[in-house]
């Protein structure tokens, strides 16, 4: 076996354990993927109540039955530009983990696409972008048959000291 072969082959059996469902969804132009399995649930855009001198990404919290969780705004947190909220924006509301903390909270974004099984042999590594560009929150690129999506280690989007801030406002 070449060296380049037996590389590749390295690769995916590295890759092999983010073989499985993905929640696919759109930012824009471009399409993402979460593990099915921090997904609660996706629910329509309702009203958020602004908490003060937060960070911009963070829409504030709403009540889920009874239960106050954060919601921040994937675009902002992505450095993207806003847009209007239309009747595909969405909340999909996800369990993160950092250390032993769990928090439930939700994501905002344009519109939920579908959920996709996505085979080791589609996944590829995240590309480097050399050390100016944060990439830990990419598990990798997923090539479909229509497109890239890039697939999102949501327990990496944010750092413990915001997760910790975020539990502490949700109460």
């Known amino acids: 076996?070449?060296?380049?072969?037996l590389k590749t082959r390295e690769q995916q059996e590295s890759l092999a354990h983010l073989?499985?469902?993905y929640l696919t969804f759109l930012l824009g132009e471009e399409s993402y993927?979460?593990?099915i399995l921090k997904v609660q649930e996706i629910i329509g855009m309702?009203?958020?109540t602004r908490i003060p001198r937060t960070p911009p990404y963070v829409k504030g919290v709403i009540n889920l039955r009874g239960k106050v969780i954060p919601v921040i705004d994937l675009r902002l947190r992505f450095n993207?530009?806003?847009?209007?909220?239309?009747?595909?924006?969405?909340i999909i509301v996800v369990q993160i983990s950092k250390s032993?903390?769990?928090?439930?909270?939700?994501?905002?974004?344009?519109?939920?696409?579908?959920?996709?099984?996505i085979s080791a042999?589609?996944?590829?590594?995240?590309?480097?972008?050399?050390?100016?560009?944060?990439?830990?929150f990419i598990l990798g690129m997923a090539k479909t048959e229509s497109a890239v999506k890039i697939l999102l280690d949501i327990d990496k989007i944010m750092s413990e000291e915001e997760m910790a801030a975020l539990a502490k406002n949700a109460g």
Do not use: W
């Open 100 to 117: 032993e903390a769990s928090v439930t909270m939700g994501i905002v974004v344009d519109e939920v696409s579908e959920v996709l099984e």
């Open 80 to 90: 993207m530009e806003t847009v209007e909220v239309s009747r595909k924006t969405c």
């Open 33 to 35: 993927g979460l593990e």
């Open 1 to 5: 076996m070449s060296e380049a072969a």
């Open 121 to 136: 042999e589609e996944i590829e590594p995240a590309p480097a972008f050399g050390t100016q560009v944060e990439t830990s």
């Open 46 to 48: 309702q009203a958020i």
């Open 19 to 21: 073989a499985g469902k």
